[in-house]
């Protein structure tokens, strides 16, 4: 994803990546213990350890800044190259690395805690929730969608719509396990609970769309 690539300040100079992510961490620790609202970018600077003007080289702005935050945070579990299929690779097993990762993300102190805030404060702020909304589930549903097409262009599976087939799988993934975290009732799946809930999905999706006999 390109917020974790090399940018320039100027031409041909590339940024202290060290700094960006001293300045990412310093901001998923502060949005989510001070809130959005709270949290200034003197604050992120001083955080981090660098100045103001090298927060705003990087990021112009706090909608900017929060953004690429949730991105990184999705980055960690869900890189790009996890929705690449190659010719060698079994769609089940592209599919079961992406549910794991997937499931490890959602069930992730941050990201509970990012929910929970996001939960509270979209109601006075919509423009909060698009933020979050664009920069974290949308582009992991974005990039399960274009897989899903070409594994229907293989015929491996029969997807006619695989937008919605995407968010199926990942609301299968999230069950009931995850609903009643995100209200503080119960733990996460871990270790081979998680792997069997896992595994359970995966088939069922790929039993609801193996293309009917001829």
Same mark, same amino acid.
């Given at each position: 994803?390109?917020?974790?690539?090399?940018?320039?300040?100027?031409?041909?100079?590339?940024?202290?990546?060290?700094?960006?992510?001293?300045?990412?961490?310093?901001?998923?620790?502060?949005?989510?213990?001070?809130?959005?609202?709270?949290?200034?970018?003197?604050?992120?600077?001083?955080?981090?350890?660098?100045?103001?003007?090298?927060?705003?080289?990087?990021?112009?702005?706090?909608?900017?800044?929060?953004?690429?935050?949730?991105?990184?945070?999705?980055?960690?579990? !869900?890189?790009? =190259? +996890?929705?690449? %299929?190659?010719?060698?690779? $079994?769609?089940? &097993?592209?599919?079961?690395?992406? /549910?794991?990762?997937?499931?490890?993300?959602?069930?992730?102190?941050?990201?509970?805690? !990012?929910?929970? =805030? +996001?939960?509270? %404060?979209?109601?006075?702020? $919509?423009?909060? &929730?698009?933020?979050?909304?664009? /920069?974290?589930?949308?582009?992991?549903?974005?990039?399960?969608?274009?897989?899903?097409?070409?594994?229907? =262009?293989?015929?491996? %599976?029969?997807?006619?719509? $695989?937008?919605?087939?995407?968010?199926?799988?990942?609301?299968?993934?999230?069950?009931?396990?995850?609903?009643?975290?995100?209200?503080?009732?119960?733990?996460? =799946?871990?270790?081979?609970?998680?792997?069997?809930?896992?595994?359970?999905?995966?088939?069922?999706?790929?039993?609801?769309?193996?293309?009917?006999?001829?």
């Amino acid at each position: 994803m390109s917020d974790n690539n090399s940018a320039s300040i100027g031409p041909g100079r590339p940024k202290d990546l060290a700094k960006r992510q001293a300045i990412l961490e310093a901001a998923k620790n502060l949005f989510l213990s001070n809130g959005y609202a709270s949290t200034s970018m003197d604050a992120v600077a001083a955080e981090a350890g660098v100045s103001k003007l090298t927060v705003y080289s990087h990021f112009t702005d706090k909608e900017t800044l929060f953004s690429a935050a949730v991105v990184a945070k999705c980055e960690e579990q !869900l890189p790009t =190259l +996890i929705y690449e %299929l190659s010719a060698d690779t $079994p769609v089940e &097993s592209v599919l079961l690395n992406i /549910a794991r990762g997937f499931h490890l993300l959602i069930n992730s102190d941050e990201s509970v805690n !990012l929910h929970r =805030l +996001i939960m509270a %404060l979209g109601s006075q702020d $919509p423009k909060l &929730s698009q933020i979050f909304i664009e /920069a974290g589930p949308e582009r992991v549903l974005q990039g399960m969608e274009r897989l899903l097409c070409k594994i229907n =262009l293989l015929g491996t %599976l029969q997807i006619d719509k $695989p937008r919605n087939a995407a968010e199926h799988f990942f609301c299968m993934l999230k069950g009931g396990a995850n609903f009643r975290l995100l209200y503080g009732y119960g733990e996460p =799946l871990t270790g081979a609970a998680a792997e069997e809930h896992v595994q359970e999905v995966v088939a069922l999706f790929m039993r609801a769309y193996r293309p009917d006999p001829a």
